[in-house]
């Protein structure tokens, strides 16, 4: 389940496609930085194939992926 400001924003059963979709609904044409933090039950390699989709699907946006550790969601991403 991918939740923004304004509520639900994606649901489905593949963490790495709900976090796509999640992304895809909090980017605009304003967006110049995303940031993902994963948590500690997605693994390095899961959080940078991400980031790898997210930069070649948002050319325009520099996108960091970070450690977080937060030990209940996957991912928090932020969008400026």
Do not use: F
């Not at 110049?32 to 325009?60: F, R, T, V, W």
């Amino acid at each position: 389940m991918g939740l923004g400001d304004h509520g639900l924003l994606a649901v489905g059963q593949d963490i790495l496609t709900v976090a796509e979709e999640t992304i895809r609904a909090m980017v605009d044409e304003d967006s110049e930085l995303i940031s993902i933090y994963y948590g500690e039950d997605m693994n390095e390699e899961d959080a940078e194939s991400l980031g790898e989709k997210i930069e070649q699907a948002y050319p325009d946006c520099d996108v960091e992926v970070n450690y977080g550790g937060q030990p209940i969601y996957y991912c928090v991403v932020s969008v400026e």
